[in-house]
């Protein structure tokens, strides 16, 4: 294994496991690299999700604008053509 003459670290031999031990370390740390890098991501999908919850909320308030501004119009058109008639019938 490697080259030869190259001095491994102590910590990276793990000269006293077996075969199965040392499999079984490398199988949790990839676990633990899988659950870290689903907890950044659950992180990542929360801020997505306040952000996608704001921008509903702004064009739940904008569809409310261009209601109000709508109806405001209707009665406004309504008020000009039927505001002379009014006065003469009475």
Do not use: C, H
């Amino acid at each position: 294994m490697g080259m030869p003459g190259r001095v491994w670290p102590q910590w990276l031999k793990f000269p006293t496991l077996r075969i199965r031990a040392k499999v079984l370390a490398g199988f949790a740390a990839v676990l633990a690299i899988s659950a870290a890098s689903m907890g950044i991501a659950y992180l990542g999908f929360e801020r997505v999700s306040a952000g996608v919850a704001t921008y509903r909320s702004s064009v739940s308030e904008a569809d409310l604008a261009r209601n109000i501004d709508r109806e405001l119009i209707s009665y406004q058109a309504l008020a000009r053509r039927g505001g002379g008639r009014a006065g003469a019938k009475d």
